[in-house]
């Protein structure tokens, strides 16, 4: 994914909290006075669910906020306290908030929101069955995934000839979809 916004760092990609010290889970960090409410920086931004249909990391579909508990959030923030050395998932409110760059914030989540959506709608599209893999045609590119030496090869075709064709390879090919999403969105120039 991308990084888009003003004070982000190179992605780290760990939404899951394996190789890191996660904040423990309270119900609302809001109202300890101990708890730092400022001084956070957005280290990476994911939807959860789309983390997860790649068969990257362990998480669920959904994770509460860890600052004020709100449940259930797809779209979240990996904040970093650099002080404190405090880590913390939260959702879009709390980021705002804790990072002190709401506005930022606010379009880096409408951003992520609306390619969710589109994954949600190219999640639904059928893929034909070939005797050499998978193909989705859709109105501006083919897509093909095609089994090799156990993994699998994607392949995106721009119907435009003036567009490159885009290469991505999965280890899974529920991976290898989530992989075609991504090309396909590269190639449309979008994220
Ligand atoms: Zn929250």
Redesign the pocket.
């Known amino acids: 994914m991308s990084q888009k916004g003003s004070n982000m760092t190179t992605t780290t990609k760990d939404l899951t909290g394996a190789g890191k010290q996660v904040h423990a889970r309270s119900a609302n960090n809001?109202s300890d006075p101990a708890f730092p409410k400022s001084g956070w920086v957005i280290e990476d931004v994911a939807d959860l669910k789309l983390e997860t249909d790649s068969g990257i990391g362990v998480c669920d579909h959904y994770k509460n906020?860890?600052?004020?508990?709100?449940e259930h959030?797809r779209y979240a923030a990996a904040l970093f306290h650099p002080e404190k050395g405090l880590e913390l998932l939260?959702?879009?409110?709390?980021?705002g908030r804790l990072t002190g760059i709401p506005d930022d914030v606010e379009s880096l989540f409408r951003a992520m929101r609306l390619r969710g959506q589109r994954y949600d709608r190219f999640k639904k599209k059928a893929w034909q069955s070939l005797p050499e893999g998978i193909e989705l045609s859709l109105r501006d590119a083919t897509i093909s995934v095609r089994p090799r030496r156990g993994m699998w090869d994607v392949i995106c075709t721009p119907k435009a000839k003036d567009k490159a064709e885009r290469l991505g390879g999965a280890d899974t090919l529920e991976e290898a979809k989530k992989v075609a999403f991504d090309l396909y969105e590269v190639m449309k120039g979008r994220w």
Do not use: N
């Open positions: 809001w906020c860890e600052m004020c508990g709100h959030i939260a959702g879009r409110r709390c980021t």
